[in-house]
């Protein structure tokens, strides 16, 4: 079976990496508690700042905050697993197109299979059920509501990475990795 995943807040986790490096650049000492009872995306409004003041911040730890942030437990292992056991993986993520050679390479490196033609990257979020259509995904995982809003209509099984800010989703949701592998059809 065709396997696709979303990176940011799905495989990676990136928001949480995001929050900590902020607090060590800003010198503050705010509690992970904060972090995790954000209902936002983006996660400045735990420091008090302006949307514009995030964005600044953001922008200028942008590449380390990408190529630092470490995978979701078991994320590795599970995918390397669906591999082991024939099945294809894919990445889809909106990540911007002078990202995509180098998010290629660290996935890579944090042990994640990535073969030939299955990695794609560049598009808008609302672009991405035109991928996943073409490729005709069985399954399809992501942290996103406003991309998972736009692939209901596709009848592959989608499910959302459980995060604070997707949790008033009907879709079925994964919270560790693990249980991805019981919901493969036993043989
Ligand atoms: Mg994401």
Redesign the pocket.
């Known amino acids: 079976m065709k396997f696709g995943f979303?990176?940011?807040?799905?495989l990676l986790n990136?928001r949480e990496h995001a929050f900590l490096i902020y607090n060590e650049k800003l010198h503050r000492q705010i509690g992970l508690e904060v972090f995790q009872a954000l209902k936002t995306i983006s996660v400045h409004e735990a420091f008090g700042l302006t949307l514009e003041e995030g964005r600044d911040l953001w922008n200028a730890y942008r590449d380390e905050i990408y190529y630092t942030a470490p995978p979701f437990p078991n994320a590795v292992e599970v995918l390397s697993e669906l591999v082991k056991l024939g099945h294809e993986v894919y990445y889809v993520?909106?990540r911007a197109a002078e990202h995509c050679e180098r998010t290629k390479a660290s996935l890579e490196s944090a042990g994640f299979p990535v073969e030939n033609g299955r990695f794609y990257c560049g598009m808008g979020d609302l672009e991405k059920i035109h991928v996943i259509r073409k490729l005709g995904l069985d399954y399809y995982f992501?942290?996103?509501p406003a991309?998972l809003d736009t692939l209901s209509e596709l009848g592959l099984q989608l499910y959302t990475k459980d995060n604070g800010y997707n949790r008033h989703l009907s879709v079925p949701r994964i919270v560790d990795w693990r249980e991805l592998l019981d919901l493969l059809p036993k043989s």
Not at 6 to 10: K, Q
């Open positions: 979303d990176i940011d807040d799905t990136l993520t909106a992501d942290d996103k991309v």
